[in-house]
T-cell receptor, first 111, second 113 residues
Framework: DAKTTQPTSMDCAEGRAANLPCNHS???????VYWYRQIHSQGPQYIIH???NNETNEMASLIITEDRKSSTLILPHATLRDTAVYYC????????????FGTGTRLQVTL | ETGVTQTPRHLVMGMTNKKSLKCEQH?????MYWYKQSAKKPLELMFV???????ENNSVPSRFSPECPNSSHLFLHLHTLQPEDSALYLC????????????FGQGTRLTVV
């Protein structure tokens, strides 16, 4: 699996967009980018995934650079309930459910 | 509510005790997983079951013994644990082992004394 690099922590004001970066410079052509988050003392929650094109769902948007070496998860209007650890994971879709979590980015949303 | 329920939510056990963690999913999924999350460490995949057969065991010590009696239930039997086994144990399920999304339970917070 390609290794990912994320900042250890970030802050965001409530109501503003939270932009969480992820570097995955060794990603291969058949590997997808997945994002999960883990709110304190709960299990991880799937957010979104993508291969090449930008993706959007009811939770977030995923922007993947053209060379696919990095991506950004965007929470358009962060709320206090979005405070969590966000994990960027790169995996080929055939074994996507056997997830390898790194240390993630701790996002703190503040008033 | 993810459709994956773990019991108990908290467990304290002595090193000589035998206990079991239970996971139940109501999603009709065919694959189930056990993960371990120790303090300040990333989640570690322990076991993978697909269609009730164990398909992966990530070098987990034998004091952890999984059981999958049917596709809806997964157990983790614990015996003679060590204090360093204290952690959050998470169960997850997915439609199958090749699915793109896994659903996690709330976890069992285990403390070994």
């Amino acid at each position: 699996d390609a290794k990912t690099t994320q900042p250890t922590s970030m802050d965001c004001a409530e109501g503003r967009a939270a932009n969480l970066p992820c570097n995955h410079s060794t990603i291969s052509g058949n590997e997808y980018v997945y994002w999960y988050r883990q709110i304190h003392s709960q299990g991880p929650q799937y957010i979104i995934h993508g291969l090449k094109n930008n993706e959007t769902n009811e939770m977030a948007s995923l922007i993947i650079t053209e060379d696919r070496k990095s991506s950004t998860l965007i929470l358009p209007h962060a709320t206090l309930r979005d405070t969590a650890v966000y994990y960027c994971i790169v995996r080929n879709t055939g074994t996507a459910s056997k997830l390898t979590f790194g240390t993630g980015t701790r996002l703190q949303v503040t008033l | 509510e993810t459709g994956v329920t773990q019991t108990p939510r908290h467990l304290v056990m002595g090193m000589t005790n035998k206990k079991s963690l239970k996971c139940e999913q109501h999603l009709g999924h065919n694959a189930m997983y056990w993960y371990k999350q120790s303090a300040k460490k990333p989640l570690e995949l322990m076991f993978v079951y697909s269609l009730e057969e164990r398909v992966e065991n990530n070098s987990v010590p034998s004091r952890f013994s999984p059981e999958c009696p049917n596709s809806s239930h997964l157990f983790l039997h614990l015996h003679t644990l060590q204090p360093e086994d204290s952690a959050l144990y998470l169960c997850a399920s997915s439609q199958d082992s090749g699915s793109t999304e896994a659903f996690f339970g709330q976890g069992t917070r285990l403390t070994v004394v």
